[in-house]
């Protein structure tokens, strides 16, 4: 599957952004999806995923009711829609697949990977 993340941006503190992931090749539906984010100087760590039924997600503790994963199984498209940025949440933000009935927080699991897209957050 082949992953094309888009979205990011400059924001200020406490604004919005939606990322989108659009996926082809492969069946989408076929695939658990996350979002992972690096900053500068940073490994780069989880921050949501969603199953491939859609039903059920799961956060990093530090965007835990500001962000909301979902996916759209008509588009082939994951979104993560990130409310009341910080500073702190600016980074290059991936999306990722990855196959089989469990999710995974670790990025080593996930097979495919976006080019990854800049959300800058100023104070």
């Known amino acids: 599957v082949q992953l094309q993340a888009f979205g990011g941006g400059l924001v200020q503190a406490g604004g919005s952004l939606r990322l989108s992931c659009a996926a082809s090749g492969r069946t989408f539906g076929s695939y658990n999806m996350g979002w992972f984010r690096q900053a500068p100087g940073k490994e780069r760590e989880f921050v949501a995923v969603v199953n491939k039924y859609g039903g059920s997600t799961y956060y990093a503790d530090s965007v835990k009711g500001r962000f909301t994963i979902s996916r759209d199984s008509a588009k082939n498209t994951v979104y993560l829609q990130m409310n009341s940025l910080k500073p702190e949440d600016t980074a290059l933000y991936y999306c990722?697949?990855?196959?089989?009935?469990?999710?995974?927080?670790?990025?080593?699991?996930?097979?495919?990977w976006g080019q990854g897209t800049l959300v800058t957050v100023s104070s």
């Open positions: 990722a697949a990855m196959g089989g009935s469990y999710y995974y927080t670790d990025l080593t699991r996930y097979n495919y």
